[in-house]
Structures are given as C-alpha cells and as structure tokens.
T-cell receptor
C-alpha cells in the first residue's frame, strides 16, 4: 500500500523567493513519485516524475524535486517564485510496476505568491 | 500532442438521476482510470480498467457506479442514482504508448447534484 503526506496545506512565498513544497511518502514496494499542478477550475498537469532513474528530476516551469529514499521524501523546489506559480500542487505515489497501478495523492498544498 | 478529452465539462443533475460521464482516452493507451475530487479535497482513485474489465476499484466505487468501454474510443463512468455527496470533479486518465509510468489526465467533468 502507498500513502503520501504533504506538510503544509497552504504555503506563501514572495515573488522571487525560493519555493519548497514538502512531500513524504510511504510505500511497501519501490515507488514512482509525481508532482501535479492544478490551476483554478482546471485539470491536473504533470510537473515532474521520478521513475527510478536519476534521483534529482527536473520538470516544467523551472521546478525540480529530489527523491531521497532514506528520508522517504520527494520535496518540490523552485529557486525563484513567479506570480504564475500560484496554484494547488499535489504529490502522488504509485507502485513501480508496469502499467496498471493507481495513483495515491496527497491532500495538496495551495501555493500563494506575494507580489 | 494527443490528449485525453472529457464531456461534458459541467453536468448538473437532480438527486436520484442517472448520469454518464464520458472520456476519450489517448488512442493507443490500454489502461484507463477514473478519479474524483470533492471540492477542496484531494484526488481519490475510483477504478482502473484494462482489457475490458475492472482491474481494481476503491471503496467509493460501490454498486451505484459502473464503467464501460462501449467502443474502441470511449470510456464511460455511470452513476446509477446520484446522491448529493457525488458532487465532485471527475477525472479520467489513461496510460500506454511509450510512457507506461505516467498517467495522462483529462480536464475533468464537474458534477453538481442538487
């Protein structure tokens, strides 16, 4: 079974400041990990994914995340926040198997950017 | 770029009515999913579907729900007798092609039960 904990349901950062959104996972098997972004009244867009290759993964819009097995973490970072980054961010986990595995999502973190 | 599409974007229905939510997955994908997101809450898995049968379903997916792939392109979610608590955003997703580790999500259908 898999689960995800996202610490901080709301995070506010100033424009230009570092963005850090935290995600810890639990998985009884090797995991694949994902970050999705959801803008208001829109669907889920994949930001980046870890699928057992490089532990530091880079995604769209300047975001990156590092898989740390010892800490069971997959925190999302961006060096410099932009107003357009304001959205809801979801971390998700699935078992690292072929194909037909469901995603288990965290409760989400709403990111607010302060001008 | 291929994408998952969903119709309608918004459906309003009366409690007790049947609704069918439609999805067109990416054409060469083989695995299909429905998720839902109640307003302000996390995205929850409902059901996965492969080779014309349900692979896995969650506790939410009770006898009121059913899924079907009636032809080679559509994937539908039916709610037989809607309840107020079924009001949510419903997302369809598919997996396949060259990227078996990534689920591609549709834009969602917002279901409002009155």
């Amino acid at each position: 079974a898999q689960s995800v904990t996202q610490l901080g349901s709301h995070v506010s950062v100033s424009e230009g400041a570092l963005v850090l959104l935290r995600c810890n996972y639990s998985s009884s098997v090797p995991p694949y990990l994902f970050w999705y972004v959801q803008y208001p009244n829109q669907g889920l867009q994949l930001l980046l994914k870890y699928t057992s290759a490089a532990t530091l993964v880079k995604g769209i819009n300047g975001f990156e995340a590092e898989f740390k097995k010892s800490e069971t973490s997959f925190h999302l970072t961006k060096p410099s926040a932009h107003m357009s980054d304001a959205a809801e961010y979801f971390c998700a986990v699935r078992a690292a198997n072929f194909g037909n595995e469901k995603l288990t999502f965290g409760t989400g973190t709403r990111l607010t950017i302060i001008p | 770029e291929p994408e998952v599409t969903q119709t309608p974007s918004h459906q309003v229905t009366q409690m007790g009515q049947e609704v069918i939510l439609r999805c067109v997955p990416i054409s060469n994908h083989l695995y299909f999913y429905w998720y839902r997101q109640i307003l302000g809450q996390k995205v929850e898995f409902l059901v996965s579907f492969y080779n014309n049968e349900i692979s896995e379903k969650s506790e939410i997916f009770d006898d009121q729900f059913s899924v079907e792939r009636p032809d080679g392109s559509n994937f539908t979610l039916k709610i037989r007798s809607t309840k107020l608590e079924d009001s949510a955003m419903y997302f369809c997703a598919s997996v396949g092609g060259y990227s078996y580790n990534e689920q591609f999500f549709g834009p969602g259908t917002r279901l409002t039960v009155l």
